[in-house]
């Protein structure tokens, strides 16, 4: 009986993979076939895949999905410019779960049309994939992958488009120290892991610029009320309140102040950058509120690209989301290095890791670590009129 | 040094509760309006059956989406303008009869699928009780599939921030007022239902010996039944309230509002109507005061360190006596 059992075991696992893999290939996007003979643009005689890895379904597919269509956006953009080299398209949907990750990224270095990836979009799955795209040579560019420490372990094919969480928290604070002149702040949290770290960055550097953090509160994520909250604020009369969580919590919070006749300013982290936020405090409410990220998240004003909003609307039938833009840059990166005649991972992975290239959110240039050169930038996002309206850069 | 500074802190928060302690106060009523409300569920099916239906929490979810529903049909929008005067007060009682209503037909079904089965066969406590968590958790996990696992919106129906008047200071809100007094009202309306009614007669004859009462001719299915309606009712009551108060719902909105009802219900004697009513302001006030003595974090801590206490003196909870023993 035993010895059937384990026979049983890695048969199942086998049948399992195999299942897995035959449901990805439906993904894999047919090229134009009819497309007219080249005329012009770029010749390439190999078929070449660019893959998107991160969550298309569960509870994180919302970002997953922001990026992997800006990933397709540049391709098919690509491949109507250039009937010669028809680009494929393929997503490993690893559900943002680290424990999903291993046997999608094997997959993917399997496929030798693979030549590079947009992603892993978060840093869970970054820890259990990057090992094995490092053994392959397989090049990734990741949109938002925000883990500091992702940087530090050697990886060679590692490329981040964005800034790291250790940029965030200081530009917040110098944000509310500059920009809002604000004296008294109120630091709130929501305990998690994330949003804890965030508020106490935030809180040490107000401290250290000389702004008084009068009050410091950890909600539940949980509950709903969080009147008592309102209350302690409302007592200590702040100029500004931050808060580091999620989007559903901080409209939640941000609603429930408003509604106590609290008045300050209302500033949050990438967690809360979510058109969720309004739609949790309500258009009157959000009003004014300031969501900052590393990504660039401006619907109508990516510079070279004013009409992307548009584009990608037409592409994908959604609106653009946080990392949409930055999907987006990493397909056309991956593309660029395509186009200058790069066609192995090898090749491909000395141009990211080299060249200079003009995205739509900003310049790319990688240090050899594969954080991007020069200073760290930070974007506001401000909700005006019941919709998130670009703000600017505010640290870096 | 350690000392100091929790010692600093707990002088901060007193002071924090000085000041502001009608502001806590009337917060804490209000939500301890809701926790009573619901723990009158809890406490009914507990004084007759025995049993814990953990299933209560959901029914309160359903509410909220039936709720939610009669905004829909009447056709509001989140950002509609506000109603006032007589046209207010028939939304609300519109919206009200419907949460009432898919929360009590959903509480009769729940008993007819998850218990009455169980207790035909003659089943143990215990099996029902599983019986409870798993219709709890495939109701929840039902909406989940069906509605998503986002929040939904609960439109603004009036201009709720508007100050009623003024408590030593602090701005009554009209939606507090609003909770508290339809929360007393329909605790009243119960207690005298159970207390003076024939239909309240059998429910007490059945919770203080089941047999008895059978052999004198109380038909046990029907106060079953009855129980059940009468707490979904009162779940229903809330989940209005509640979507008045907080605005907004989705599949496992019940959970943590289930588990602080039902310790409400303990709190204040499980099986006892008015003990349910006492424990959810209770629990309503601790939290708040707890909350700015120590810090938001502490909140839970602090209640359940009081129910802990509590049940150590008094192990059947502040008032103790059991449904049965009522007077008629």
Redesign the interface.
């Known amino acids: 009986m035993k010895k059937w059992f384990r026979l049983l075991v890695p048969i199942a696992a086998v049948a399992l993979l195999a299942a897995a893999c035959g449901d990805d290939d439906d993904d894999v996007a047919t090229t134009d076939e009819t497309a007219a003979p080249a005329a012009a643009g770029v010749v390439c005689a190999d078929p070449l895949t660019i893959a998107f890895f991160g969550a298309q379904t569960g509870?994180a597919a919302n970002l997953g999905l922001n990026e992997s269509r800006g990933a397709e956006l540049a391709i098919n953009e690509f491949n109507a410019a250039n009937p010669a080299c028809q680009i494929g398209y393929k997503a490993f949907d690893s559900q943002g779960n680290p424990d999903n990750a291993p046997a999608l990224a094997q997959q993917a270095v399997d496929e030798a049309a693979i030549v590079a990836i947009v992603g892993p979009a978060f840093s869970g799955e970054s820890r259990t994939a990057n090992p094995i795209f490092e053994a392959a040579g397989l090049p990734i560019v990741t949109p938002s992958a925000s883990a500091p420490d992702l940087s530090t372990l050697g990886w060679t094919i590692f490329h981040r488009l964005i800034a790291n969480d250790d940029s965030q928290g200081p530009a917040i604070a110098a944000h509310i120290a500059g920009e809002l002149a604000a004296a008294k702040v109120a630091v709130i949290d929501d305990?998690s892991e994330y949003g804890l770290s965030l508020a106490e960055i935030v809180a040490g550097e107000l401290e250290a610029a000389g702004v008084e953090v009068t009050v410091t509160?950890?909600?539940?994520p949980?509950?709903?009320?969080?009147?008592?909250?309102?209350?302690?604020v409302?007592?200590a009369g702040v100029d500004v309140v931050m808060y580091g969580g999620y989007y559903?919590e901080a409209g939640?919070l941000r609603?429930q102040l408003v509604?106590g006749?609290v008045t300050a300013g209302f500033i949050s982290g990438d967690g809360s950058l979510d058109p969720?936020f309004i739609?949790?405090a309500?258009?009157?409410a959000a009003e004014g509120a300031i969501l900052t990220a590393a990504a660039f998240f401006s619907p109508d004003g990516y510079t070279g690209g004013a009409d992307f909003g548009a584009k990608f609307l037409a592409d994908s039938g959604s609106a653009p989301g946080l990392y949409s833009a930055e999907g987006y840059d990493g397909a056309n990166l991956i593309l660029a290095a395509i186009t200058a005649g790069n066609t192995t991972r090898e090749a491909i992975n000395t141009f990211l890791s080299t060249a200079s290239f003009q995205g739509i959110t900003k310049t790319f240039k990688f240090l050899p670590n594969g954080e991007l050169d020069g200073p760290a930038a930070i974007y506001a996002t401000v909700v005006e009129g019941?919709v998130l309206v670009g703000a600017g850069q505010i640290g870096g | 040094m350690i000392a100091t500074v929790v010692l600093a802190s707990l002088s901060e928060g007193a002071r924090?509760l000085r000041?502001?302690f009608w502001?806590?106060t009337v917060?804490?009523a209000?939500?301890g309006a809701i926790y009573s409300l619901v723990a009158l569920g809890y406490t009914l099916v507990y004084g007759v059956l025995r049993l814990i239906n953990f299933a209560h929490s959901e029914i309160f979810m359903i509410g909220t989406f039936g709720a939610l529903y009669a905004t829909q049909w009447l056709g509001f929008d989140?950002?509609d303008p506000k109603k006032t005067g007589i046209a207010l007060i028939g939304v609300l009682l519109f919206c009200l009869v419907i949460a009432m209503a898919v929360s009590g037909a959903s509480a009769v079904v729940l008993e007819r699928i998850a218990y009455r089965p169980l207790r035909r066969r003659g089943s143990t406590r215990l099996a029902a009780l599983i019986s409870a968590i798993g219709a709890s958790f495939a109701i929840s996990e039902a909406f989940a599939l069906w509605r998503g696992?986002?929040?939904e919106?609960f439109p603004?129906l009036f201009d709720?921030?508007h100050t009623v008047f003024t408590l030593f200071g602090y701005?009554v809100?009209a939606d507090q007022v609003l909770i508290i007094l339809s929360a007393l009202f329909m605790m009243v309306a119960l207690d005298q239902f159970v207390r003076r009614t024939r239909l309240g007669r059998g429910v007490r004859a059945v919770a203080q010996n089941s047999e008895t009462a059978q052999l004198m001719g109380v038909n046990i299915d029907r106060v079953i039944v009855l129980t059940f309606l009468l707490g979904g009712l009162m779940a229903g009551g809330a989940a209005l309230l509640?979507m008045v108060?907080?605005?907004?719902t989705r599949y496992n909105?019940g959970?943590?509002?289930g588990v602080k009802a039902f310790t409400a219900a303990v709190l204040g004697g499980i099986g006892n109507l008015r003990g349910a009513l006492l424990g959810g302001f209770v629990l309503g006030l601790v939290?708040?005061y707890g909350?700015?003595l120590f810090?938001?974090?502490w909140?839970?801590v602090i209640s359940f360190t009081l129910l802990v206490a509590v049940l150590m003196f008094r192990p059947t909870g502040l008032l103790g006596e059991s449904l049965g023993k009522a007077r008629a």
């Open positions: 509870d305990n509160d950890h909600v539940d949980a509950s709903q009320d969080f009147s008592a909250t309102v209350t302690k409302k007592d559903a939640r609603k509604d006749g969720g739609e949790a309500g258009a009157e019941g | 924090l000041d502001n502001d806590y917060t804490g209000t939500i989140p950002g696992r986002n929040f919106q603004r709720k921030t701005d809100r509640d108060f907080l605005e907004q909105i959970f943590i509002l939290e708040n909350s700015a810090g938001t974090q909140k839970d």
